[in-house]
């Protein structure tokens, strides 16, 4: 069964950074879809960054230019570079694997994943 255990979170100022970590069992990640999502309590789970198969990255407008998603084949790791971070990036972060090939206009949708960690905090102070 694939694992995915996130690491890396933590409590920063505003304008700070953090590097957030997902390692992963049974996975060959240039086969794996690979995202990272966050969510609020009392709100939806939102896609934030995501890898493709092919390398390519794409991630949401509000974290444009601030976070970077790559990958370690040969670590099995996953990382979220996040920098200039903001109060209303405070979440819990998670990182979700999909096996399966699918449209690329779905790499930030939580319903395309089906493998999830327990999530890292992440705190921003203002």
């Known amino acids: 069964q694939v694992q995915l255990v996130e690491s890396g979170g933590g409590s920063v100022p505003a304008g700070g950074s953090l590097r957030l970590s997902c390692a992963a069992s049974?996975?060959?990640?240039?086969?794996?879809?690979m995202g990272w999502f966050r969510q609020v309590p009392g709100k939806e789970r939102e896609g934030v960054a995501a890898?493709?198969?092919?390398?390519?990255?794409i991630y949401a407008d509000s974290v444009k230019g601030r976070f970077t998603i790559s990958q370690d084949i040969a670590k099995n790791t996953l990382y979220l570079q996040m920098n200039s971070l903001k109060p209303e990036d405070t979440a819990m972060y998670y990182c979700?694997?999909?096996?399966?090939?699918?449209?690329?206009?779905?790499?930030?949708?939580?319903?395309?994943?089906?493998?999830w960690g327990q999530g890292t905090q992440v705190t921003v102070a203002s």
């Open positions: 890898i493709d198969v092919d390398n390519s990255t």
């Open positions: 979700a694997a999909d096996p399966v090939f699918r449209p690329k206009s779905t790499l930030l949708r939580d319903w395309r994943y089906v493998d």
């Open positions: 049974l996975i060959t990640y240039n086969t794996y879809c």
